[in-house]
């Protein structure tokens, strides 16, 4: 094959320079990100596109789709892919792909460094210990772990990976999710409310989208009661942020510990100002290790492809055969 017969692939956004670099090495690159005009280069470059390679939280719609009439395949970066149009892709023949289990154990040991973090007040006692409190007086009592009961919403590869590490500590599990499964010791709930009363736990890591938009409201976290604690790695939109700041000020619930938001990377100032919050940037898969992982997974998957042979890691809405 010869550079001129290279599929041509289109970069949207820079996830890692090594992916750029892998991609370029067997396609003919082009980056979005670096043109100088955005609707300029998709009117020259948008019909001879066959591929997408998208970072994580990029949004990829049906107009995006109108500009690449010849598009196969979406490879995205990250397991979430709810801001990918997966259904016009479907309607249109076009896989989509995403970067699941490389990432799991990754976003799970966040969550129970989070946990920890908010039930025993880490973040709040480092910086006591810095303000020079500690030579007035100890540390204030904490919260623990022993004899609580979490409750995940979402028992997925990332939710599964969670309750192992649960177990390990000697933490009660129970679930919540579309549909009881039946290859685990957990209760099942077949409501988020009957999961958070039967809790004072409740950790999200259940896929976003419009189905699960606010799921975890005002509702859900008078059920959790005054000593629960809530943790977020999966999305900021399943959470009703301003019906979450309100339970933290009333003491509906006892903290919060989030790496994920609404509108990132935008925090809300009355969140962000509450003394019962462990808050994070998004760095749920954020190591070295496991990103440079995602982005293997994610030029493997064009690899794939373009080889005529299945992609590694498509989502299941969207057509997986190979390319050409």
């Known amino acids: 094959m010869t550079s001129d017969d290279r599929p041509e692939i289109l970069l949207i956004r820079q996830t890692r320079p090594d992916v750029a670099e892998?991609?370029?090495?067997?396609?003919?690159?082009?980056?979005?990100?670096?043109?100088?005009?955005?609707?300029?280069?998709?009117?020259?470059?948008?019909?001879?596109?066959?591929?997408?390679?998208?970072?994580?939280?990029?949004?990829?719609?049906?107009?995006?789709?109108?500009?690449?009439?010849?598009?196969?395949i979406v490879s995205s970066f990250g397991v979430g892919y709810d801001t990918i149009d997966v259904g016009e892709a479907a309607r249109r023949g076009i896989c989509v792909t995403h970067t699941p289990d490389v990432l799991s154990d990754e976003v799970a040991d966040l969550a129970l460094g989070l946990l920890l973090a908010t039930v025993r007040r880490i973040p709040q006692a480092d910086r006591y210990l810095r303000a020079g409190q500690w030579r007035q007086a100890s540390f204030p009592l904490t919260t623990s772990l022993r004899e609580r009961r979490a409750g995940i919403l979402g028992l997925g590869r990332i939710g599964r990976a969670i309750a192992t590490r649960l177990e390990a500590f000697g933490v009660h599990v129970a679930y919540h999710g579309r549909r009881p499964q039946d290859d685990v010791p957990y209760a099942y709930h077949d409501s988020l409310i009957g999961l958070a009363a039967a809790s004072d736990i409740l950790i999200v890591a259940a896929p976003?989208?419009?189905?699960?938009?606010?799921?975890?409201?005002?509702?859900v976290l008078a059920a959790l009661g005054p000593e629960g604690i809530v943790i977020n790695i999966a999305r900021g939109s399943l959470i009703d942020e301003a019906a979450l700041t309100a339970a933290l000020k009333a003491g509906t619930i006892l903290g919060a510990g989030l790496d994920v938001f609404a509108n990132e990377p935008h925090v809300p100032e009355d969140l962000a100002a509450l003394d019962n919050t462990v808050l994070l940037p998004h760095v749920g898969s954020g190591s070295h290790y496991t990103r440079a992982a995602m982005g293997r997974l994610l030029t493997d998957n064009l690899f794939a492809w373009f080889d005529g042979q299945a992609p590694l890691t498509p989502v299941p809405e969207t057509p997986a055969r190979g390319g050409r």
Not at 28 to 36: G, I, K, N, Q, W
Not at 208 to 219: H, K, S
């Open 208 to 219: 976003g989208g419009p189905d699960t938009r606010g799921i975890v409201d005002a509702a």
């Open 22 to 72: 892998r991609l370029g090495q067997r396609f003919r690159l082009h980056r979005l990100d670096a043109a100088p005009d955005r609707d300029a280069a998709l009117a020259e470059i948008g019909p001879r596109i066959r591929g997408l390679a998208v970072g994580a939280m990029t949004p990829i719609d049906g107009a995006l789709f109108d500009r690449l009439p010849n598009l196969e």
